[in-house]
């Protein structure tokens, strides 16, 4: 059966004021193609829906909005320009797709209530490649989802239905231009999705994507050769090797409108790849490339690579090492059309960690920035934790690979280096749930990557803002009040959690919830070596040497504790509980005090969100509060958890006297 799905912030609301009628009396465009016909259809069903307008199709002379190809107006193919004046509302673009992402600002200036008299905006996109990794699998579960089941796959099949299209129009309205759809652990029958069996349903799905300008990519398994192709080897220098994934792409090309590439997790965490025949990273992502290359595809290669069979008792072998060992020696040596893929930081989507070195390191390779909004390791969209701010942190991160333009924006935009082919992607937190999101306000991080990533100049309260206006309204109290909520969220989540960048105090495996001691024993690599004097791992060069991997500056601000800024202190140093950190409190007592804190405040959100009762639709209240709820409860666990081991490791008592058991 098919579950019902809701419109999230497409979900038009009547305005109350007429300002803007004015404007859609009817629509003509120059664009012959099917992105310019959504554009215009879009463009009347928000018409309709927001301001009750029919719009017609008119003339040049008669329209009242226009969207117009301009060639060589210097705004490319995704650009855009609105210009408003006497009535007249203009969208001009190079590509169709600008127009498309012109007329989805529109609506979201109705949705706002904005007047769009003498508007002139003008907007290229930041980064090149936008784009959403899912981890679907073809069972229909998806890994690290948190919203339900998958909307793409159900019982080994694909699937497309009204629902693909809701879902594009969604990632589209934000500026999503790339989508891989299945998971990158590449197992069972989605090795098989590059073969014909399906390809009836992803034609389909590539035609409806297309439609919204978004290319679709597919997760390949490296051994597929071997899996599919009866060979004995998936060795990227056998020549049969090469041949059988030139006639995969010949054929997937063929078939498939707009189809992107491939997405390739390889030689990780038990995953297939070049390793196994001697060959290099390179080596492998190459002969990939050389296969799609004449249909203008692209590889993306993940650059999450470590040994997840590491010696815990071994204090000088660092996961954190892993990705920059790998990767950089072989800088230069990575064909045009692949692109590198690098998880913010070093290990994985920790609560809080420096900025993977790779950014910054690599010069001659192309690279695109992963983050994830599927909240693996940030409550599970059980807990609210808006994580634009801490994406804008790391893009805003200033590398020191050049006097300026050395930020990881400028590198992921393509700004640094002269790149093209760089972007920036996002682990979707999305699944088959009403709501799409699981918990509604988890919905404002998927809009919000998107956004960011079209528009790295928007603050994160901007666009909280933008998401609250186009799903809640324009409420003042509902938006100061969410907006609050919302911006709180990711200090509070990390205040009852680990601290001071250590990360990695969750239950292993699902990873939720409180385990201090979950991880420390195991063979990941992931600890906080606490013992009854400190806490902390000691990454400095006298340690692991982690520190070192960045560009002089940064690793003298890393490796020197005093320099080291005092989030990341503990994924830097190992640090004795009677530190006195610069606001003058012990490092114990700033554990005691956090945590505190963090757990007061996750029930301060709650009193905010419940203060809302009137103002958001019963269903939303409810399903938000019933998670607020939880998070609240679950936020003093943590708590006590967090404080109750720190106490007994260090038998030194809380200033303040709290309980702590
Ligand atoms: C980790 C997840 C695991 C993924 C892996 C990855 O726990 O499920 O397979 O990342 O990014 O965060 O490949």
Redesign the pocket.
């Known amino acids: 059966m098919e579950k019902k799905y809701e419109k999230a912030w497409l979900s038009y609301r009547r305005s109350r004021n007429a300002q803007n009628t004015g404007h859609f009396g009817s629509v003509f465009t120059n664009g012959t193609g099917v992105v310019a016909e959504t554009a215009v259809s879009e463009l009347q069903g928000a018409a309709k829906e927001l301001l009750g307008c029919h719009m017609e199709r008119g003339s040049w002379e008669e329209a009242s909005v226009r969207l117009i190809l301009e060639p060589n107006c210097g705004l490319g193919e995704e650009g855009y320009e609105i210009r408003e004046s006497a009535g007249r509302l203009t969208v001009a673009s190079e590509g169709e797709r600008g127009l498309l992402y012109g007329v989805f600002a529109c609506i979201r200036l109705l949705q706002g209530e904005k007047p769009l008299e003498g508007l002139s905006v003008r907007k290229i996109p930041s980064a090149p490649l936008r784009m959403l990794n899912h981890?679907d699998n073809m069972d229909g579960s998806i890994?690290?989802g948190y919203s339900g089941d998958s909307f793409f796959f159900r019982e080994d099949k694909v699937l497309v239905d009204d629902r693909t299209r809701a879902y594009a129009r969604l990632a589209s309205s934000v500026g999503i231009n790339a989508v891989v759809i299945n998971?990158?652990?590449v197992k069972g029958s989605a090795t098989r999705l590059i073969e014909d069996d399906y390809s009836r349903e992803l034609e389909a799905m590539s035609e409806i994507f297309a439609g919204y300008g978004i290319a679709l990519y597919l997760s390949i398994n490296f051994a597929a050769p071997m899996e599919l192709g009866g060979h004995e080897s998936a060795d990227p220098c056998d020549p049969q090797v090469q041949q059988w994934w030139k006639e995969k792409a010949a054929d997937l090309y063929g078939r498939l409108p707009g189809f992107g590439g491939f997405l390739v997790?390889a030689d990780?965490?038990g995953?297939p790849g070049p390793f196994t025949y001697g060959r290099t990273h390179a080596e492998g992502a190459n002969m990939l490339a050389d296969a799609v290359a004449s249909y203008g595809g692209r590889i993306i290669w993940?650059c999450?690579v470590y040994n997840c069979q590491q010696d815990w008792r071994d204090k000088k072998t660092d996961r954190a090492k892993s990705g920059y060992d790998n990767f950089m020696p072989l800088d230069g040596k990575f064909r045009d059309n692949v692109i590198l893929q690098i998880?913010n930081g070093p290990m994985?989507?920790q609560v809080r960690e420096p900025v993977s070195p790779l950014f910054g390191g690599l010069e001659h390779t192309n690279s695109m920035l992963?983050v994830?909004i599927a909240q693996?390791?940030t409550g599970q969209q059980r807990h609210v934790c808006y994580l634009l701010p801490m994406f804008k942190q790391v893009l805003e991160f200033k590398t020191c690979c050049r006097e300026d333009h050395d930020r990881v924006r400028d590198i992921v935009t393509g700004r640094t280096f002269g790149q093209t082919n760089c972007g920036i992607v996002a682990?979707a937190n999305t699944g088959d749930d009403e709501n799409w999101t699981g918990h509604d306000l988890a919905a404002a991080n998927l809009f919000g990557f998107g956004r960011l990533s079209f528009d790295m100049d928007l603050s994160v309260e901007e666009i909280a803002e933008e998401w609250i206006a186009c799903t809640f309204g324009n409420d003042p109290e509902i938006m100061e009040k969410i907006s609050k909520i919302l911006m709180m969220s990711w200090p509070t989540y990390e205040k009852y959690t680990s601290p001071l960048g250590i990360g990695w105090m969750v239950n292993p495996g699902y990873?939720y919830g409180p385990n201090v001691d979950g991880y420390e024993y195991d063979r990941w690599g992931t600890y906080h070596r606490a013992d009854h004097k400190g806490i902390g791992v000691d990454r400095s060069p006298t340690g692991t040497g982690y520190s070192e991997q960045y560009r002089r500056q940064n690793a003298d601000m890393y490796g020197k504790r005093e320099n080291c800024p005092e989030e990341l202190l503990l994924f830097f140093h190992h640090i004795p509980y009677d530190y006195r950190l610069s606001i003058g409190k012990t490092l114990i007592q700033h554990i005691y005090d956090t945590h505190f804190e963090g757990a007061s405040e996750a029930k301060e959100m709650l009193d905010i969100w419940n203060s809302l009762e009137s103002k958001v639709p019963e269903t939303v209240f409810e399903r938000v509060q019933k998670r607020m709820e939880h998070q609240a409860s679950h936020a003093e666990e943590w708590r006590d958890q967090i404080n109750t081991y720190f106490y007994r490791k260090s038998m030194i008592p809380d200033e303040q006297g709290r309980k702590i058991y």
Request: a neutral charge; zero cysteines; hydrophobic letters at 25%.
């Open positions: 981890w890994e690290r998971n990158v652990n997790k990780s965490e995953r993940r999450f998880k994985d989507f992963e994830q693996e390791y682990v990873h």
